[in-house]
């Protein structure tokens, strides 16, 4: 409705501008309408969409194409949410299953509206622009069409002429100074603003120095909170940072991971308030910066804490702990996949875990459902290998022992 125009410009342009809107609509209607008869209600509603749009006189085309909607309507969420984006493989593997922009639109409009009316708290300014991230990167992939995917190098070197043009007063030399240190993964998991605000920071420091590093800045068209840290990677950073987060009662939305050549740990977390806001106060923004700057600066094996009760409602359920893993062949890492019950020093304890057991952490997709934390974490053994079966072993043993002991709604 163009009245609506000004809350969503963007997709009401998309929705606006599809030949058959009527189609997203009953999309919409059939989405969930199989579930609880036993099976993959995706799978079962798109069969009974199918059939009730040709009984209705809809074409085959139509037809089919709200089918496919209901059949991956939970594709396009789930993605970009649990998947790193930031992989051209992954993108040119979406873009083969939509197929053609038209089949993108619908489905973007349909995720979006599916995310804010299952539950509208779940739904901020981080998460549209996830989505809309996603939804563009996808757009171009097509653009150059499914013959041609999108290429390594060629994304390498466009964002790396993005990051120099945001760099202004800084000499070449300065710059190639701290991006030696960084391998192509690095320039593919961050943004050119990203990486601008990195060099910046680190330009001119002396190599040995290693006292920790910490930064905020605002991400006013992400809608959230940047916090970077930059630390020797003997301090196992992540579990403290991820505790001083939590204690503060913050809500970490993303989370990114890398290791440059001498030996240093940079990480960048996106966080919201608890209740998704973003962090609007000036006194909070230096509260945050202040307290990681303590607490990287303890003895290593410092005790970690998280004393904030969990809410509640949360409380009131209970989740137990599923850790599972695959083998990123691609990329040469393992993906994890955690399901736990979600409460206060989760990240925390889950990074502990990791350090016990000798893992490193490339990078975590962060992910509240509910009561439940749905997370995703790219890891490798120190010398950056895939775990071996036996050492995944023991992680998952590690994880479901120390999740679900500290189980809030099994004390």
Not at 142 to 150: D, Q, S, V
Not at 162 to 191: D, H, P
């Amino acid at each position: 409705m163009p009245k609506f125009n000004h809350e969503f410009p963007v997709l009401s342009q998309i929705m606006q501008s599809l030949p058959r809107q009527e189609l997203a609509y009953l999309a919409a209607l059939f989405h969930d309408i199989a579930k609880g008869r036993g099976g993959d209600h995706s799978e079962l509603g798109a069969v009974d969409a199918e059939a009730f749009c040709l009984e209705q006189g809809l074409g085959r085309y139509e037809a089919r194409l709200v089918a496919w909607l209901v059949k991956h309507h939970l594709f396009l969420s789930i993605t970009s949410q649990k998947k790193d984006i930031s992989d051209p493989e992954i993108i040119n593997a979406f873009a083969r299953l939509v197929g053609d922009q038209a089949h993108l639109d619908y489905l973007y409009v349909l995720t979006v509206a599916d995310v804010r009316g299952t539950n509208p708290k779940l739904w901020n300014t981080w998460k549209a622009r996830l989505f809309e991230e996603f939804y563009e990167r996808t757009k171009r992939a097509l653009r150059r069409g499914l013959e041609t995917p999108l290429d390594q190098d060629e994304l390498l070197r466009e964002t790396q002429a993005s990051a120099r043009a945001k760099m202004q007063g800084i000499a070449e030399e300065e710059i190639q100074k701290v991006w030696a240190q960084w391998t192509e993964a690095y320039f593919l998991r961050f943004t050119p603003e990203e990486i601008a605000w990195h060099t910046l920071l680190l330009a001119g420091r002396h190599p040995y120095d290693d006292a920790p590093l910490v930064a905020i800045r605002q991400l006013n068209e992400r809608g959230g909170t940047a916090v970077l840290t930059y630390t020797p990677r003997r301090l196992h950073s992540f579990a403290r940072s991820t505790a001083v987060l939590d204690q503060m009662g913050l809500n970490v939305v993303d989370a990114r991971l890398i290791v440059s050549a001498n030996g240093f740990s940079l990480e960048t977390y996106v966080v919201l308030e608890d209740n998704g806001t973003v962090i609007a106060d000036a006194t909070r923004v230096h509260e945050i910066e202040r307290g990681l700057w303590r607490n990287l600066q303890q003895p290593e094996d410092s005790p970690l804490t998280v004393t904030r009760r969990a809410p509640r409602q949360v409380r009131m359920f209970s989740t137990p702990t599923q850790v599972n893993c695959s083998l990123d062949t691609r990329n040469n890492r393992t993906i994890l996949e955690l399901i736990a019950a979600d409460r206060p020093g989760l990240l925390s304890e889950v990074g502990k875990v990791f350090r016990a057991e000798r893992v490193a952490i490339n990078g975590a997709k962060i992910m509240t459902v509910g009561e439940r934390a749905e997370d995703v974490f790219y890891i490798t053994d120190m010398e950056g290998r895939p775990l071996q079966p036996g050492a995944f072993e023991r992680v998952q043993e590690s994880l479901v022992r120390a999740l679900d002991r500290r189980d809030p709604a099994r004390v």
